[in-house]
């Protein structure tokens, strides 16, 4: 690929890091199984799936109704390719049976043709194709392939890329420009991405065409949405959507045009992701171009501190710049997953640190809260406050949920953290022919070959509660490469030593470069600031002004009613109020707190009153506790606040 950095493959990164590994061993070790029952509606009180009888009964194995959302074989996709990087990290004989079975049936259910979707096969066999802004069967097909490749990579089985090769082969012959095709484009992106990754594995250059067409077809006219709203027998799948305009879709305006995200949040990253590959892999700088307006608009304007993404829980979808609502806000956990998919793009092809700090903020955050430490709860919407009562009485806040579930109705969410944490390997580093950059600091170890000659780094740290990375450097042949450390944007000051002596450095682009030879046996320290700080909004984000929320390092923090008491709402702290850190190794098996004095505004002197004067002295000292945000709810129901009044 042209002038991009290259990741290394998720098995090759040895992760051992006292953050991410226990979340990796949950993953691994009990969301894998736990989701597999799901998918067999084997876990009792937990939402139907259905989603392995939907196989069953499109293979004619079984009889029965279609059930789920029309995209409910995306579900076994996600688990699939989660297994097929948990196999890549360790081996394991029954996971591997158990997935080569669930690929037998994938296969058993595929009709002659290659065509491959359980809802159509059974619910409505004559409607191929005819709803394509809300049918999701491209989506659910990229879903498909991407397991597929992953499966591949990891096992070096081909029979589920072959399954999903003649998919794509089939989805090949029916779209396109061509006479007798289907000139449309999918209502959500997902495709796109696959066939470029199906294209890697295969070398079949069919693939990237049909990836660049459905890009390049969006908003084409008359759309491609207008004529299968005309045709015969179309009907909505989704009819509570009905009234959303083609922004939703990303239909509104060619991709190259647009300058703003819009729509809903899933489906706009999951296609900007798809453009930044497609504008490095065809050489297009206007899509990199459209790809850096879209990202700055959403990072400077639409990105809520934890890195969640869609304001509005009508569409799922981004509204306006700076309206960023903090108890009603919809910030799925899909759509973090998808920017920190479009980011890590970004930083691969631009060099720029800025794209690994949303990475970052997005994993950190609202990706880890998605999922609770048992591994076997999840939230679909990510709010940045909660109030239990108001959830459960306030009609225009069900989307809202005051504690996670077992599962979700519709679940894309649970099976995306799984695949998502379990390559997570791929972030921590980029390379090119002469320059490692280290974009994550993960506890880890690593082999890169410099022409011919191998280097091993292993990386060691305790953050994001610790402040210090130890890089040891194994390079017997004496490769010559650079080395490029990014300084977050975050941290005002770093200091980066080799063999204990200080490095002069270039900074460029968020990364510093280290000038000295890397020799056999280096040692090189990393030391970030991470004070822990109050930051507050821009002042347009009318919900946030006069408030403040607390940031350490990666990590937003918020208030728990566990340890600070109902009516979160009444806390203001100063905006010079000293932040504390303090260790609690038996909480969360160990987490960095950060305490704070505050006041309280007092409830004593309003009687049974609505509403009265104000006074001059209406609050009394407190102490406040904040946890990372990622933790909140793991300890009962009760209120989460982030933006704290300031005084």
């Not at 199984?33 to 998918?39: A, C, G, S, T, V």
């Not at 992701?273 to 700088?285: H, I, K, W």
């Not at 108001?390 to 519709?410: A, I, Y």
């Not at 038996?586 to 707190?593: A, N, S």
């Amino acid at each position: 690929m042209k002038n991009r950095l290259k990741a290394p493959r998720p098995a090759e990164v040895k992760i051992a890091d006292d953050f991410w590994s226990p979340y990796i061993s949950r993953v691994r070790d009990i969301m894998i199984p736990y989701q597999w029952k799901i998918l067999n509606d084997q876990v009792e009180h937990a939402a139907p799936s259905h989603c392995i009888e939907n196989f069953r009964i499109a293979a004619g194995e079984s009889e029965g109704e279609y059930y789920g959302a029309v995209f409910q074989d995306t579900d076994l996709a996600k688990w699939l390719e989660a297994v097929a990087y948990s196999l890549a990290l360790r081996p394991d004989e029954e996971l591997e049976r158990l997935a080569d079975s669930a690929i037998d049936l994938i296969g058993r259910a595929q009709q002659e043709d290659g065509y491959l979707d359980t809802y159509y096969t059974i619910k409505e066999p004559g409607m191929r194709w005819t709803n394509l802004r809300e049918g999701h069967e491209l989506y659910t097909a990229g879903h498909l392939i991407e397991a597929a490749v992953a499966y591949y990579q990891a096992t070096g089985k081909q029979k589920f890329l072959r399954i999903m090769c003649r998919t794509a082969d089939l989805i090949d012959e029916v779209f396109g420009k061509e006479e007798g095709k289907i000139d449309g484009f999918p209502g959500h992106p997902e495709i796109e991405l696959a066939l470029i990754r199906l294209y890697h594995v295969t070398d079949e250059p069919r693939y990237l065409k049909l990836a660049k067409y459905f890009v390049d077809a969006r908003c084409g006219s008359p759309n491609c949405f207008d004529r299968e709203a005309k045709s015969p027998g179309f009907h909505h799948i989704f009819p509570e959507f009905e009234h959303l305009g083609y922004n939703n879709a990303q239909a509104h305006l060619p991709v190259r045009k647009q300058k703003t995200a819009d729509g809903h949040a899933v489906r706009a990253v999951y296609l900007y992701a798809a453009m930044a590959d497609l504008g490095c892999e065809c050489d297009d700088p206007s899509l990199l171009e459209a790809c850096r307006t879209l990202y700055d608009n959403i990072t400077n304007r639409q990105m809520f501190l934890t890195g969640s993404i869609g304001a509005a829980a009508d569409g799922e979808c981004f509204t306006c710049d700076y309206d960023l609502p903090n108890n009603y806000n919809y910030s799925e956990t899909c759509a973090s997953i998808g920017l920190a998919m479009f980011s890590l793009r970004m930083l691969q092809i631009e060099r720029d640190g800025k794209y690994a700090d949303t990475v970052e903020r997005a994993l950190y955050n609202t990706v880890l809260s998605g999922m609770a430490l048992s591994g076997k709860e999840f939230f679909y919407v990510n709010p940045q406050e909660a109030v239990p009562e108001h959830l459960r009485t306030n009609r225009t806040l069900r989307h809202v949920l005051p504690k996670r579930r077992p599962w979700l109705g519709v679940a894309c969410c649970p099976p995306n953290i799984a695949r998502t944490l379990m390559s997570l390997g791929q972030y921590i580093y980029g390379a090119d022919e002469e320059t490692v950059y280290i974009q994550m600091f993960i506890s880890n170890e690593v082999q890169f070959t410099f022409g011919r000659k191998r280097v091993t780094i292993a990386m060691e740290t305790a953050y994001p509660y610790g402040d210090t990375v130890v890089i040891r450097v194994k390079n017997p042949d004496n490769a010559r490469f650079k080395l490029a450390i990014r300084k977050p944007g975050w941290s005002k000051d770093i200091s980066i030593t080799q063999n204990g002596r200080e490095q002069k450095t270039r900074l460029e682009k968020g990364f510093c470069f280290v000038e000295e030879q890397i020799l056999d046996q280096s040692v090189i320290q990393i030391g970030l600031d991470m004070k822990p700080m109050l930051v507050q909004a821009h002042p347009r984000v009318r919900q946030n002004v006069g408030k403040a929320a607390i940031v350490r390092g990666p990590l937003v923090y918020c208030l728990e009613e566990t340890d600070n008491g109902d009516n979160l709402g009444a806390i203001v702290i100063s905006g010079n109020a000293e932040l504390n850190l303090e260790y609690l190794p038996d909480l969360f098996d160990g987490v960095m707190t950060i305490t704070a004095n505050a006041r309280r505004i007092r409830e004593d002197v309003w009687e049974d009153r609505l509403y009265q004067q104000c006074t001059e002295d209406e609050t009394i000292s407190c102490r406040i506790r904040a946890i990372p945000y990622c933790l909140w709810n793991n300890r009962g129901t009760g209120e989460m606040l982030i933006w704290i009044h300031r005084r």
